[in-house]
Nanobody, 119 residues
Framework: QVQLVESGGGLVQPGGSLRLSCVAF????????MGWYRQPPGKQRELVAT???????NYGDSVKGRFTISRDNAKNTVYLQMNSLKPEDTAVYYC?????????????WGQGTQVTISS
């Protein structure tokens, strides 16, 4: 079993920055793609960014040029650096890992962390 623990959310003024982290705990697993998704109030969950084991990245159109996803494979951790934040970035942010136990690949989600952009 793998558990994902997120940190770094909070309240920030427009134009500010935040850095989210998500670390996986467990044993005998390998992590493939890591990603961040968000769910704004009253809306569906949407892609923010993903990063493969080899470091290839993909971003949602609304965050390109402002957000940067990175990973530390040795620490089983993914980061999301968010700059030039806008009120429309307000959402609950979830990390997502594709994890292999050697026999199958499973999808794991973090508990979610609230990010609020407001003056």
């Amino acid at each position: 079993q793998v558990q994902l623990v997120e940190s770094g959310g909070g309240l920030v003024q427009p134009g500010g920055s935040l850095r989210l982290s998500c670390v996986a705990f467990g044993s005998s697993f390998s992590i493939y793609t890591m990603g961040w998704y968000r769910q704004p109030p009253g809306k569906q969950r949407e892609l923010v960014a993903t990063i493969t084991r080899g470091g290839s990245t993909n971003y949602g159109d609304s965050v390109k040029g402002r957000f940067t996803i990175s990973r530390d494979n040795a620490k089983n951790t993914v980061y999301l650096q968010m700059n030039s934040l806008k009120p429309e970035d307000t959402a609950v942010y979830y990390c997502n890992f594709h994890v292999s136990n050697g026999m199958m690949i499973s999808d794991y989600w973090g508990q979610g962390t609230q990010v609020t952009i407001s003056s």
